[in-house]
């Protein structure tokens, strides 16, 4: 361990405020020579450093460091992610009743843990209100408010301002790339879906990043260097945001063909074409990862159930349905990247 990060890393009451847990210095403070009197000790699991004139105390100085504390700086402390297909999907899917879920214990964090490994978890026996979905969302945090509002409905409307709200088929995608803070978690209750049609389509992006990561180097190179313009311009809201298929950084992908606009792309003049066609073969192959039978669960939600997946990995989309059969409503909302990590990070040691 860095010696100047150990210093940093002191939260004794003079370092940090015992009652609004900040500290009383800056990192850029600590002195990058920094003299320990003796040979540093462990005893009952904690580590004790001297440190010689500090430069906060203008004496010698204590720092007692919990070997625990040290390890989970260091260490991986949520559990790792597990592939799926359509196969392991419908082998494993977790289902987990609404009243479990709410009273925040075993199923709780049950369903957590598969929200984090899996990106995707089932409720049942949710009540029959609109009210509902808050209080879902609320066990894990604040709802991510948007231009939709606090939460939506998705149903078939005239003059629809977005393909989700209409009868169509609707491709897997992932929701508001267009937006610079992409929620990450999204929640669906059904409330109401009596006509035919309507299944619920959902594959898991992560995999199939994996078998791009695998396979030819220039697919992989295509589709991180190239942005693409997802965009939003109705009812007198402007979003636009650049991105790749692929990041580099962290292992994200986007994708969201219905929000993708050529203009402003960077296929234009002979060397665009070229590029362009480039592009194409490897956005092709990607769709494919994504969309073949093999890869997608497809599920009819029924009134009462309730789907919660992880919109920055799991890519969802619908069967088209008839609504001169029946109806079909459900109740969204989303919970922000932020939110979501800090439940999973506070609740580590449990998941």
């Not at 847990?21 to 040979?39: A, R, S, Y």
């Not at 359509?86 to 009243?99: G, V």
């Not at 292992?251 to 362009?276: A, C, D, E, I, V």
Request: net charge neutral.
């Amino acid at each position: 361990v860095d010696r100047h990060w150990l210093r940093d890393a002191c939260e004794c009451s003079m370092c940090v405020d015992p009652d609004s847990g900040q500290k009383n210095f800056g990192t850029c403070d600590v002195p990058t020579k920094l003299p320990i009197e003796g040979i540093p000790k462990i005893e009952d699991g904690v580590l004790e450093v001297i440190w010689e004139n500090d430069f906060l105390s203008s004496g010698n100085h204590v720092s007692r460091y919990p070997l625990a504390m040290l390890q989970k700086d260091i260490q991986q402390p949520l559990p790792a992610k597990t592939l799926w297909d359509k196969a392991t999907f419908e082998r494993d899917r977790l289902n987990i009743d609404y009243d479990e879920w709410m009273a925040g214990e075993e199923g709780f964090l049950s369903g957590l843990h598969r929200l984090h490994t899996h990106g995707m978890l089932f409720l049942r026996n949710v009540p029959s209100s609109e009210e509902s979905v808050i209080s879902i969302a609320n066990q894990i945090g604040n709802l991510q408010e948007t231009f939709y509002g606090r939460t939506w409905d998705v149903r078939s409307k005239p003059n629809a301002e977005n393909i989700a709200y209409t009868s169509s088929f609707l491709g897997l995608h992932q929701d508001l790339l267009y937006m610079k803070d992409t929620p990450r978690i999204q929640i669906l209750h059904c409330l109401e879906n009596t006509c035919e049609g309507g299944d619920s389509l959902f594959s898991d992006g992560q995999r199939a990043v994996n078998l791009i990561r695998i396979g030819p180097a220039q697919f992989q190179y295509h589709l991180s260097m190239i942005l693409l313009r997802y965009h939003y311009t109705k009812h007198g809201h402007y979003y636009q945001t650049d991105r790749p298929i692929l990041q580099n950084e962290g292992g994200n992908f986007f994708w969201s063909p219905p929000f993708q606009t050529s203009r402003g792309g960077p296929f234009h003049g002979k060397k665009g074409s070229t590029l362009y066609r480039r592009w194409l073969k490897a956005a092709t192959k990607f769709r494919q990862f994504l969309e073949d039978d093999q890869w997608v669960y497809q599920y009819k939600l029924q009134p009462g159930e309730c789907v919660i997946f992880d919109n920055l990995r799991v890519v969802h989309g619908r069967r088209k349905f008839d609504t001169a059969t029946g109806s079909r409503w459900l109740k969204g909302a989303y919970i922000s990247n932020d939110v979501f990590k800090s439940k999973c990070i506070t609740l580590s040691p449990q998941l």
